[in-house]
RNA sequence: AGGCGCGUAGCUCAGUUGGUUAGAGCGCUGCCUUGACAUGGCAGAGGUCACCAGUUCGAAUCUGGUCGUGCCUACCA
């Protein structure tokens, strides 16, 4: 079926409708499909489903990201099994390979969208490596340089040193973890002394080897204990250098001993200290972590951990070793490769981000773009407020080369290739130039998404349609890396916003509430859901990425119990329908088993809906001119509401509301009510046939209907059974995909309806609830009277005799003048109509009694509730004229209800 | 430490601008193989809306505080 539609080119932009655009969040092509897609693919495959019903020129463009450190790291490991590196493979070689590699696994992920039923316009495919988009990067990055908000220049940045490259503080991730906290003593030069007599200073660090690089140590300008020492010198022990003892106010009185060590070229904080100070800035650091040699020989080539344990070693041997504490620190790691994250001195481009921030800050300001959920946009403006220049360069092969060159004397020239760089900057053709060798980060081009997949930098009738898009849809966890900087660039570069709504919604997490993760091990693979897996699959899907192999076990025993069997196949829709009823406007989305269970079975519900109508309207191609009853009135005017509901559900984002609305109405008023209804209407025999065949056209076109409304969640199901339904009704048409949404007004409000069938329902469940409470088997027929009520009720019951005999399963209903004294009696009141059910041998009469009882109780509890509102003068007084109202009407019908239920029971006890 | 969010039925969650009998799904109890569906039908039980105070005629809803919990940002050297 998807690739029918696929085939077909349903899923392009098609007719002159407003355009309607989502932007995709590219997967990146080492990916494979988890939770967190399918949510969102589930979410903007019903919306952009639904706007295409509603007519609009629909484009949600398929693409995907070069993922560098990602695709890197993988084709690394690949090579690490051939026993070769990139290395020795040199850098052309090896670009080779990623591409080969992207052509043979690179399409993973693409193969499983398909999969989630998503109708993304594949035909116009983007790759954020292909030539055009490669074209747009680079263009972006030369016009930024020349107008001055690209620079390069040494700075500390966040080094990962297993990777060998920079990131972006964003790619850091910061967590609690244990350690220590170790405290030396800096002997004092000079003869000087503390207040309290000692010769040396104390410091604490977390980060022994840094101490190696140590410049100064610093005091608080206003502290007493240390204002004589300041201007004085310590001696930095093992390495014996001369530090002077300064003041600075980032220094904090209380903390620890009021004395800290400043090593500027590897801490953030420290590195603003010796800046004001002009201090040195040691490098201690190799690119891999290990010492190098500004440290002295005994250390160098050591490991940062084997430096850290020598260091303290050796102090404390020279007795400078004050303390070790236990201690809890945040230590950063590398988002990619888990390594510790180290501040390091290196040569980086930076992209200079103030100047395109405040015009961000301001399209949402002014709502030109809107956050929903709204709080999301305080998130934004905290961020883009103290945003920091952003490093995006990445000592990486697989990516974007920066399109900067250098000359023998390293002067830099920017253009697209060296050819252009001759002519921007009138070199002669001897002067030898080569190229950067840093790429760019992948989120650089990531950022140019909106409008470098349309074609740009030229001007094409797809940037003019489709940008800005309508709607963009993503998790929390990227509104940083993706959605901020696609909002500065494309501002930059186009004038335009990228987006006019933002739609944020909660990240999947499993059923204790915690982030999936594959190195935990309680990530799902959505495809599971859809076809299933058993247990033994399962645990070894489950098992196979652990980085801890310890948690093997505990993994085993989690999975067993929350998935004994494995798991079913639920199939596309189920799931999807789940993913929008889970769509709250919470931040966390708890994927519960227990829902798509439910799902799954809505899913089967519709289909045996289907059959049943199917086989009600065989061969009755309606002929007579169809008369409606009240019952066909009253579910087109549900049907009314509905459509209403799920539009409003829509255009709020409310996906929850629309599955809900849509399942409350399939499951809970078309088929237990109006099939239920239709069914002794069709069998009647003394039932004209105009008026069959208004109920057969009815149950037709709600169903139709229903399956259009719903179409956008559950694609697969609505269009099976929209190819067997509609024939029915108008001939066949080629897809449900491509019919227009069902406008409300199509099918009337009926207000008198709907109050004639709350009433029959009413009758029913009351009677319903006598046999139920007092057991009497379903298939027993029984005996019904009726006393009392209006001439409204009299009507209404002659209208829906037929309906009322059968599913209250009754042989006869009998009205009794109010003068006729009824047989003993089980009693629902509905208003001032008593439906009476004869004992008769059937019920038993103390277990009515104590029915009744109950029935008094409740009845009483509410009057007094009541009761008491009414009597305070205030609320009278205060509270609008309607509620108050409202209020009178509801006690008297207790009023009512009281005396007839106590008269009932004095009668019972009278028996 | 700062910011944001959450705490409603056994579980997962709705509850739009204060006025409902506080809802749904799953689970639970009882009865049912009646001709769409046992992936089903009918009926039922289950909540002092975390706690305290305040505003109001009226608070799950608004305000302040307490406790618990989660996330983000910064950071204790």
Redesign the pocket.
Known sequence: MYDKWESSNYFAPNGNGQSYCVLIPPPNITGTLHMGHAFNQTLMDTLIRYQRMQGKRTLWQMGTDHAGIATQMIVERHLAEENTTRQQLGREKFTQRVWQWREESGGTITQQIRRMGSSLDWSRNRFTMDEDYAEAVITVFERLYDEGLIYKGQRLVNWDPQLGTAIS??EV??H?ESGH?WYFDYPLLDGLKTKDGANHLT?????PETMLGDSAV?VHPDDPRYAHLVGGFVNLPLVDRKIPIIADA?????????C??ITPAH????NQVGQRHNLDQINIFNLDASINENAPSAYRDLSREQARKRIVADLDALGLLAQVKD?K??VPRGDRSGAIIEPLLTDQWFVKIAPLAGPAIKAVENGDIEFIPK?YE??YF??MR?IQDWCISRQQWWGHQIPAFYDEQDNVYVAADETAVRKKYKLADDVVLRQESDVLETWFSSALWPFATLGWPKQTPELEQFLPSSTLITG??II?FWVARMIMMTLHFTDKIPFKTIYIHGLVRD?D?K?MSKTKGNGLDPLDFIDGIDLDSLLEKRKANLTQPKMATRIEKATKKEFPQGIPSYGTDAMRFTFCA?A???????F?L??I?????F???LW??T??VL??TENSTITATPIRSVVDEWILSKLHRLINDANFALE?Y?F??FA?AI??FA??QY???Y??FA?PRL?DEDLGEEEKAGTRQTLLEVLEALLRIAHPVIPFISETLWQQVTPRLSGSHDTIMTQSYPIAEDYPLAIKAEAQVDWLKGV??GI??I???A?????LEIEIYLQGGTPTDRAREADAHIMLKRLANAHNITWLAESDEPPPNALALVGDLKVMVPLAGLIDIGVEKIRLQ?EID?ASA?HQ?IDK?LS?E??V????AE?VA?ERD?LSDLQGRMTALTQQLEKLSSL
């Open positions: 503080d964003l991730e910061n609690e906290m410091v604490a660090t977390t980060r610093a980032y220094v904090e009185l209380e903390l620890g001993t009021g800290v060590k801490d953030f904080n420290d201690h620190l945040m709080q305080n998130v905290s961020w103290d929390h966890d940083f059923a509430g982030k889970l709250t406007t919470g931040r966390d989305v708890r519960d227990n829902r269970d439910g799902y799954r079975n899913c089967n519900k045996n809906a059959k049943f086989m009600n709020t409310r929850d509301m809900n399942y409350e499951w809970h088929c237990d009510w099939l239920e069914k069998w029913i469940t319903r609830t046999r139920g409470e057991n009497i088997k379903p298939s109950k409740r509410d509730r509102k305070n205030s609320f007084a205060k509270a609008p509620v409202k509801k």
